[in-house]
């Protein structure tokens, strides 16, 4: 896994060091990278070329640093599910995560993950304003993010990854904005999935600006190389609301899941 399409090239096509340089054989080849399909499709074909034995499999990750040490990231594998080497690519991707789908064919593993990304980056920024926008009127950004919990804005975004520091305590925002996904790969990715909908001829509504606060945020000195939801601080969202909210309050979310990991074990029991 490496960031770009430039080094996924320099990783497989350099003539005397690149992986197509090696006696391959019948090796399977899994990238994991997010990068542009051209540039997948691309090597893939000079796999198949130089190795007709090999095969080469698009495979991006979502589910972030958080997702790699719980075991549970996300594959998107870009092949059919009748592909005759499936089996082996679910179980070896299986040891690293918990959610593996073949997303239809060559390339759209990649597809799949732009997808992802849009949407993840557009529902940050959504959360970012719909925080600061009650914050800034007064409310507990607990108590707003409850609601949004048990309404329909409830994310991932909002459960796991909050831009609000301190909701999450795990969360990136939580430690400064640091580790994570950081601010200049989402702007890559987000780029790259707008690009994919010009090419494909899907109209969007929001990818310009959505794609000019992840810009924006790149190349600002409070926010570039940290996560990416630090569109947040971009925005003008409050950080020290803490003090003028001193009381403890409960957050659903725990509630929730408590709740669902006592009927998981319940139907697990059952079923012995």
Known sequence: MVPEGSHV????????????????????????????????????????????????????VSGGVIGADKGTLTFMLGCKEDDPNVKLLLELLGMMGGNIFPCGGPSLG???????????????????????????????????????????????????????????????????????????????DFSLAVDTAKRVDAKLALGDEGLEVYEEASQDDRCKDLDSRVVYRLLGGREDWRKDFPEEV???KYATRQALKIGRDQLQKEGQ
């Open 250 to 252: 409960e957050m659903k």
């Open 9 to 60: 090239r320099s990783v497989y096509l350099t003539p005397e060091t690149g992986v197509l340089a090696s006696d391959l054989g019948s090796k399977i080849l899994i990238d994991c990278s997010t990068i542009d399909t051209g540039t997948s499709l691309s090597v893939r074909d000079a796999c198949a070329e130089k190795h007709p034995q090999a095969t080469f499999y698009d495979a991006p």
């Open 110 to 188: 990649l597809t799949a993950k732009l997808c992802n990304n849009y949407c993840s980056g557009l529902i940050a920024i959504a959360t970012s304003e719909a925080m600061n926008i009650g914050m800034k009127s007064g409310m507990d950004p607990r108590v707003l993010a409850n609601i949004f919990h048990t309404s329909t804005a409830q994310s991932s975004i909002l459960d796991d990854w909050n831009p609000v520091p301190g909701l999450c305590p795990d969360a990136p925002a939580s430690k400064g904005y640091k580790g994570g996904f950081r601010v200049q790969l989402m702007k890559k």
